[in-house]
């Protein structure tokens, strides 16, 4: 009886980690894919709604542009250079481009 | 998702075979449908731009071998010429032995005609639409009621022939000078030049110590053995950093995939200058990389109706650029930010 | 230039981004370029001077690209672009030295044929000989009238102001022969080449445009390469020089506002000096 209800727990046993395997790998393999699906999914759901913006977008990223660019622009520094300045200028560029080149 | 409420849905999980069962269906389903959905775009994509996985995958134009190089272009002349319905050259010509570029502008002869920049845009093959253009021409107000002659000693602008606009003379400023009024670049008279105006075109600097150089984190824009700063546009990644480190705003960004119509396409192409770009990689003035590096001038030197355009080799004194730097008035746009540009302006 | 150990650090730098950003390109279909018809511009366009520098655009002169030789502006009909910028051009020639060393540049400058351009030759349909065929009595002293013809050129002959008041018509054309120039040597002078008399006057400007610095060239940068040289009278017209150093023209398109926007939106942001 003992022995019997051992076998049967063992056998119980056995199936249940059978069904405990199959089930954990199913589980595993359904992880896996909802992965794989949430991370295409969301994907697509940032394209799909980049382009459904884009139209918007564009034209708030360009004024934003040209705003900065104006703003640049506007500030305006101009020093003309002296003889000996232009010089000075002209030796540190050429300095600076043979080091890079050689 | 909290503790607490983890544990419950474990345990809901191992409880209810239901609910198992019907989360496994789900997830089958799922997994079909999210099959449909993301290999059927992905097939056509695979067919239609093979050519683009191809070239994403490239490495940076500078690390490749003669082989790899050749690849990749013949790859790039295959689908422009297809794209364009044209035969497209996307040249290689090496960097020119003992060259550094530089430009010179004269501002006392610009008048505003922006034949550079539709010059440009041609050569360069930027988007119509959205229109990208690299150079902006700015109309400036002439006069400037800041300072007076009288502070001369203190660094007050140098009165010229086209007038006193707020130009400093140099070595001896103890204050920044501004041009006084008003700046445009959308003016639009009947004829160019007007009156109290005067015109300040405005493109990439070529710096010889670049800001947007240092501020790429993947080095997609770098310095050419001729001074001037081009980008791989297949490994820029468009983070748009170098755009915010240029002091010049001088870097147009592909927000959209840029328009160009067949027959407007200039089909003479060079893998770091014209090529047509794609959506998401940032563009800028190469100096006409293409055509300098077969001799010619820029296409903006070209265009300019009143020669106030000039180009030349920086290490040649007999050079018009250098001859300039000699004998005229110069000056650097920004100075002040030591990115040292080598893109001059100067005045008879 | 790239280092090794830079490249490994974009690489990696590179790779994280590439993995985001392909989604979004891969998505990207190439927009069928929407092709408008040829807005490659007008046949008929200008270089330098509206009405005095008009020449003709001709498709497939550069084969290997499809090049035309010009490209021209359809808002203007400006010429923006040069497909060959040596075209309807003839070698320069012999220049006379200047004591300076730009001498030994002019090997293989060219210039463009002045006299196929001007508009009185091309109307009239003949040389300016074809008209006036030989020196009379009026271009004897200086003694300036009011002109029977040419009245576009010279709008009044009697107050011309090149000079200022000193010069008149036959200081520079020959009266010995129509089809020439001449300087106050007497030297004839091909109309193509007026730098050769402007340049006695002018000697500082003719000195700069020998060196490169006043004028404009088209062709190859380097010193001594292949340049077309833009001759004086390409940009100033010598009868109206004191009203217009350079004949004002118009101008090409603005850039397109963003969507939405009008030009007052930028009004604020526009700059009074200083950050």
Redesign the interface.
Known sequence: MAEKQMESVSTQKERNEVVADK?GF?RLA?AT??V??AA??T??A??KS??KV?GA???A???D??????????????????Q???QK??D???R??YR??S | MSEDKRKNDIDEGQDDGTT?ES??DF??K??V??AV??VAPAATAATTKAASIAEHLQTHFEMMSDSQKEAAIARLEKRYSEQFEKQVTVANTPAPDEV?FGYALNISKCIGCRRCVEACVRENNQSRD?AIQWI?V?QMERGNDTFELENWHKGSP?SSRIGDY??????H?DK????SGH?DHYYEPEQVPEENAFYFP?QCQQC??PACVRACPVQATY?D?N?IVVIDYNWCIGCRMCQLAC???ARR?N??EPALPNEEMNPKTHYLGNRPRMRGVMEKCTFCLQRVRDGRYPACVEACPVGARKFGN??DPESEVRKI??TK????????FNT?P?FF?Y?D | ?ISPKKYVRATVFYGFFAVVTS??VL?DMPSQATTPEDKSGAKECYESIKGATELVKKDNVVPKYGYPNVKCSPTTGAVLWYGDPYDDTEPMGDMPTFGDHTDGDFAQAVIRTRTKHLKTIIQNGTKCSGCHPAADATTQKNDPRELMMHQDIVSNATKLQHGRGAIWCFDCHNAANRDTLVDHKGQEISLNEPYKLCGSCHGVTYSEWRMGLHGKRTGEWRVGGKKRWWTCTECHNPHTVQEHRFQPIAPELPPAL????TKD??KG???????
Not at chain 1, 65 to 82: D, F, S
Not at chain 2, 166 to 171: A, D, F, I, K, L
Not at chain 2, 329 to 336: P, Q
Request: charged fraction near 25%; hydrophobic fraction near 40%; aromatic fraction near 8%.
């Open positions: 089930r199913l359904g894919l909802g794989v699906v295409c999914w994907g697509l940032i394209t980049a382009q884009e977008n564009t034209r990223h360009s004024v542009e040209e705003l900065r660019q104006q703003q640049i622009m506007a500030g305006k520094k101009m020093v003309v250079m002296t000996e300045e232009k200028m002209l540190r560029i050429l600076n481009h890079t080149v | 198992k989360r496994r997830l089958k799922m997994g449908a999210a959905t993301t550094l959205p902006r700015l140098s707020g130009v400093q003379s140099g070595g400023a920044a000078v501004g041009i700046t405005v010889e110590d310095r053995p001074g002091p010049y705003w960004f927000w959209s920086l290490l730097l000699a008035k110069v000056f650097r746009f920004k100075e002040d040292e080598k302006y005045m | 230039m989604g979004l998505q963003p969507r939405g926007m939106d930028f942001a526009s700059g009074h000096g200083g950050h």
